[in-house]
């Protein structure tokens, strides 16, 4: 994981937290599926569509105040689809202490224009 470049950096609202007073679980996964999606439309050169989530983890919860960094790396690539390593860091407190919060592996498809696999493209 290359820590110098997220995928996506945002930060949550009041509107996401749960009745724990943490942050809303499904609202990190959208995060984590959004990133995923950026870069693996990137790499598919087009339309993608999730269509698996493995060995998602949460760490540790992510408060109201944190600054999130979702970074993304490419785990296994077949020939229409990807397996990206998606992992949430939270920026927290005044020492701005980067904290690791969850990760999951996210499979992404690549699609045509009848929304059905089609095969990557080539890499050079």
């Given at each position: 994981?290359?820590?110098?470049?997220?995928?996506?950096?945002?930060?949550?609202?009041?509107?996401?937290?749960?009745?724990?007073?943490?942050?809303?679980?499904?609202?990190?996964?959208?995060?984590?599926?959004?990133?995923?999606?950026?870069?693996?439309?990137?790499?598919?050169?087009?339309?993608?569509?999730?269509?698996?989530?493995?060995?998602?983890?949460?760490?540790?919860?992510?408060?109201?105040?944190?600054v999130i960094s979702v970074y993304a790396?490419?785990?296994?690539?077949?020939?229409?689809?990807?397996?990206?390593?998606?992992?949430?860091?939270?920026?927290?407190?005044?020492?701005?202490?980067?904290?690791?919060?969850?990760?999951?592996?996210?499979?992404?498809?690549?699609?045509?224009?009848?929304?059905?696999?089609?095969?990557?493209?080539?890499l050079e």
């Amino acid at each position: 994981m290359n820590r110098n470049d997220p995928v996506l950096r945002t930060v949550p609202r009041a509107g996401d937290i749960n009745a724990n007073g943490h942050i809303f679980g499904g609202w990190v996964l959208s995060q984590m599926d959004i990133a995923g999606g950026i870069m693996a439309h990137r790499i598919a050169e087009g339309a993608v569509a999730t269509v698996a989530i493995e060995r998602m983890e949460f760490i540790t919860p992510i408060l109201l105040q944190d600054v999130i960094s979702v970074y993304a790396d490419v785990e296994r690539r077949g020939r229409t689809s990807l397996a990206i390593r998606i992992d949430v860091l939270a920026r927290r407190g005044r020492e701005q202490q980067e904290i690791p919060v969850t990760s999951g592996l996210f499979t992404f498809v690549a699609l045509d224009e009848n929304h059905r696999p089609r095969p990557l493209p080539t890499l050079e």
